[in-house]
């Protein structure tokens, strides 16, 4: 059973860089076909898809973000990872990490990482 846990702070400064990570265990984050995305919801909103990176590490991300936006992987932690530039306290939202399957289709999540930007 494949599962994803996102880790990083949770209170980060306006114009910071925020920087999350996310630890895959049960599964490679290379074997083929896969694809692991950074996902966020504001309070009491929709979720907001933010990017993904394959399992070749080509990337691709939201057109609103990519400015600000970078995923990376660490192969040898199993791990992939977020890094929002110039946050402001409208990135305060929880950050998901997910895994796509093979057919597009989100299977498996993290629990989610809250996190506040202040002023």
């Known amino acids: 059973q494949v599962q994803v846990q996102e880790s990083g702070p949770v209170l980060v400064k306006a114009s910071q860089t925020l920087s999350l990570t996310c630890t895959v265990s049960?599964?490679?984050?290379?074997?083929?076909?896969?694809?692991w995305s950074w996902i966020r919801q504001p309070p009491g909103k929709g979720l907001e898809w933010m990017g993904v990176?394959?399992?070749?590490?080509?990337?691709a991300y939201s057109p609103s973000l990519n400015s600000r936006t970078s995923i990376s992987t660490n192969t040898s932690k199993n791990q992939f990872s977020l890094q929002l530039s110039s946050v402001t306290p409208e990135d305060t939202e929880v950050y998901y990490c997910a895994r796509y399957s093979a057919r597009s289709a989100i299977d498996f999540w993290g629990p989610g990482n809250q996190v506040t930007v202040s002023t």
């Open positions: 990176i394959r399992y070749d590490g080509r990337t």
């Open positions: 049960g599964g490679s984050i290379t074997t083929s076909y896969y694809r």
